[in-house]
Structure formats: structure tokens, C-alpha cells
């Protein structure tokens, strides 16, 4: 009954509504065929009469004699149809009736980056009944055909990320209409490309061909209405695009943040599509020139506002968790010992900041995670605008707003002179600051300096970390 099973993924209304265009695909070949047969005796509406009482009514069109051998072919093939089409749509109702299946699910799942340094494969589904769901549990498995062994089916639990990763996840609860996403882990994002290529995907360690690579979920639970448990499965294949179709993957975007709102997914702003994601720069990023040396477009970066917050010299970050040495340029060049200081954020009433929007892919957005270590990427679409924003399609916008652990740095260290704003860093903010602020120094009010100090510095990268003593 595959007929039925596909059906039944259906909702009531749309399995009337596919019954109703068979049918009325079949009587326009059944009128056809007749209306050949008949020479063009009989009118249309006649032969169409003849088709739907043949399908509905009492008669049969055996009951004619004296007919060409393909009319009787079709009146068989007709008694048949007749017969098979009310099968079918009740076989979609009782596998409905009996499946338990309350989940509806995103037709495809989309490449992401997870903020501790992830590629992720996020998948999204939502309890289509009037019921609360308890106990729903999350298991997913890759299945693939390795390439030199073309009849061998290999299949891989996969590791799951939702705050902290595992082969499955709980909710304790899902409430009706209410959307859940969950994260499948691809790889971690410290090196370079993504893992997903035209040709093949990097799942967990297994690099596969994305032609026969599938990703089955599992999700069980337990139905609070009836205490009946229900097992749902869903099967994505991993296709790229060809001439004919789109990738399987949406591998440009991310989710959009959608509450738990009663009602079909229509009623959801773009539960089957994704956004366009932005990254709001508020320092020297803001120059084409250094845009370009990030691997970005500077025309897709637009000059925007980002509301509640101002520039502040609140980062400290130690040169040596990034593997990098700092001497004055001064005889002897004694190596600096405190802290190199950077551009930050703070929140503040009233307050706003005029910096750029730049427009970011996977690769670009898993960049700067690694770029700004001493930042954490927030999330700050309501607070930001520009004058081409699409509201019909909002965008997701993040900014990197400095460590607690970092501001605190700093502040320890205000006016011990170990704080110090590297010279051409400064620069570079200044710079960006005169085009974007339109001021003649480009630092009026842009933020103060408070207690750092600027200073040329000699930057030596790629040193080892110190050992502690023992």
C-alpha cells in the first residue's frame, strides 16, 4: 500500500483533496478515450456523464456490446480504478488512525555553525496535535554506501548538540503546535573549508558521498492525552543540486528563532525556509580593506545602527592564549608582560552605535568565532536596522560582545599601566571610525579610552604557550 503510507503523511484535508484531483484526472482520460472511440458522436458532456456514472453509479461500461477491443480495455482498467481509489484513501485513514505519528517535519535540515565550534545539521519538526507530547526523545543515525564497496549499507549513530552533546536528547515536554530544533554534529570548525562539499559530507569523522548518504531520525514519546507511546521516523537524503532539483541541504542561512505558538506551521514566519545571516562590526572590520582580508565581501556590507549598546575599551586578553609575543619598540625590546586591550561593547539605555552589517556564509560566520575568542556571538536582530532591511524576510543579525571573564580582566588591571592598545589596531579603529561616524578624527564619541594607554608594539605570532612551573 505505499499509495496509502504516502497518504497518510497527509493531512485530512489535503488526502480529500489529492483523492478529488485523481478522480478528476481519471474521468478526463476516461472522457477522452471515449470521445475517441465514439468518432466524435457524442458530446463532451455526454461521455463525461458516462465517465463519472461509470465510476459512481450503477452502470458499467461493459454493459455496451458490440465495442472496440480498447474501449474494453478501458472500461476494465476503469473497474478497477473505480474500486482502488476509495481503497487507497481508506488505507491512508486507518495507517493514519493507527500510526501515531504527531510530528510534522522540515522538509530539509539546514548546515549551521554551533557557537562552541560545531558544524551542525539542524533539523526541525512540531506537534501537529491538539496534545501535549512528554518524554520526546531524539536519536539520529547516518547511513551510507561506502564508494569502494557498493553493496555494503553502513550505518552510524550520530552525536546530537543542544547545550551538551549525546547520541540522544530529551524534551520534557512539547506542547501543542510547538516547534523543537535539535542539532545533528557535523565536525568542529577549526579547519579550514566546511564539510560539505558538492560531492561529499564529513559526518563525525567519515567523509561519504553525499549521493548515498541519508540521515535517518527517530523521535519517541508518549502521547499525555492517552498515555499511548508514538515513534516517529523521518528519512533526509544528503543530495547536492543538480539541473533538475536543489540541494537536499540548505547550506546558505540559518533557522529563524520561531516561539512555541499554537497553529500550523503557516502561521509561523518561515518554518520551512531559513534567514539570511548578518555579522553587525563595530571596529576596524569596518573597512573594505580589512572586509577583504577576512575573506568577505564589502558589497554585501551595509552601514547600520545597533540600538542599547556602546563602544567601550573593556577587553583584556592575554597574548599568550593566542599563541603570540609582544615587545616595545624600545632598546633591548623587553617582551610586554600585561594585557593587549581591544574594542568592545556595553549595554546602555539610549545608547547606540553606528558600525556595518556584512552578509556571512558558514565558513564565514565559523571564522569569526575563532577570530574573536574573547567575544561571544549574540544574537542582536531586534536591535539592529539599515535602510534596505527586508522586514518581509527579517534577517538573523549577531554581533560579538565581549567575555565577562575579559571585561573583568580589564578592570582588575585599570590603572596599573598594564593595559595597552596596540597602535596600528587603534589606527585601523580610528580610521574605520572617520568613515562610519563622518567625523573629522573619527574617535569623537566613539569611545574612551579609560585608563588604557596606546602603544606601538612589535607582534611575534605563533609562539608557544609558557609551561607553569611545576
Sequence with gaps: MPLAILLSKLDLVQVVGVYVLLVLGWTLVVSTVLLVDDGGSSGFVDVVRRAFQAMWGPDSLFGEPGRSLLYYALALLNALVSVLLPVFVLGAFVF????????????????????????????????????DLADVRVRAWLKWTPQDSP?????????????????????????????????????????PGVPVSAETIEVQGHLVRRDTARLLVIVEGVMTSTNEQFRSRWVYPLRAADGKRPSDID?????????????????????????????????????????????????????ATLQGWRRRWNVASDPAHKHRRYRHLTPGRPVFTGRIVSLGLEREDGASVRGVVVRVGPRQLADFDLREQDYDRTDVSAAVSWPDRDERRPPRVFTYVPKPAAVADFRRRRGTGELVIEQSYFDSVRDAAARIQGTADGFAGVAELDGASVEPLDREDGVAPPVPPQ
Excluded: C
Design 251 to 303: 547550506e546558505e542561512g540559518i533557522f529563524q528563532d520561531i516561539g512555541p505558538d499554537v497553529g500550523p506551521d503557516s502561521g509561523w514566519g518561515n518554518f520551512h525556509g531559513v534567514q539570511d545571516v548578518y555579522v553587525f562590526v563595530y571596529g576596524s572590520l569596518m573597512r573594505d580593506a580589512d572586509l577583504r582580508a577576512a575573506g568577505l565581501d564589502p558589497g554585501d556590507a551595509r552601514t
Design 151 to 191: 553493496t555494503v549499507h553502513r550505518n552510524k549513530q550520530l552525536d546530537l548538540v543542544r547545550g551538551e552533546h549525546g547520541t540522544e536528547h530529551v524534551w520534557p515536554i512539547a506542547g501543542e503546535g510547538e516547534p523543537t530544533t535539535f542539532r545533528v554534529v557535523l565536525g568542529p570548525t577549526d579547519r
Design 96 to 131: 493514519k488512525l493507527f500510526s501515531h505519528d504527531p510530528l510534522r517535519w522540515r522538509q530539509r535540515p539546514t548546515l549551521e555553525v554551533h557557537p562552541p565550534g560545531y558544524f551542525v545539521l539542524a533539523v526541525r519538526f512540531y506537534n501537529r496535535l491538539t496534545v
